[in-house]
């Protein structure tokens, strides 16, 4: 199986086309419409609520954003749960979903990188 990533904008299009497909959705303020067997909510692989506004609002360059959220997944519990994830998709086709484009490359480059 593969595991792809796309745009929290975009996720009721992607559980149409791909209605077998898990989507795990890394953002910390996760909409309470947003409920169906195939999502699972993981806040905690987001970027912390600072460091996003700091991104967003330009306070830090890309390469801070990508070395911060870094250390971030770094933590005990995003680990497993990447690992989790890996494991699930071997048998089901995954995708990654978050409003941020770098920071789901970048979970999905680490998602690469560990398997």
């Given amino acids: 199986m593969v595991i792809k990533e796309t745009d929290f904008s975009r996720l009721n299009e992607k559980l ?23 999502i699972v909510e993981c806040p905690v692989l987001s970027p912390s609520s600072k460091l996003a506004n700091n991104y967003r ?3 830090i360059d890309p390469c801070q954003f990508y070395t911060n959220y870094y250390n971030e997944l770094k933590n005990p519990i995003c680990q497993e749960l990447m690992k989790s994830i890996l494991s699930i998709s071997k048998n089901d086709d995954i995708y ?16 690469k990188n560990i398997e």
């Fill in 57 to 59: 609002l330009g306070l």
């Fill in 16 to 38: 149409v086309e791909n209605p077998s497909a898990k989507f795990f959705i890394c953002m910390r303020n996760i909409p309470v419409y947003v409920k169906n067997e195939l």
């Fill in 96 to 111: 990654i979903v978050n409003i941020n484009k770098d920071a789901r490359l970048l979970l999905l480059d680490i998602l």
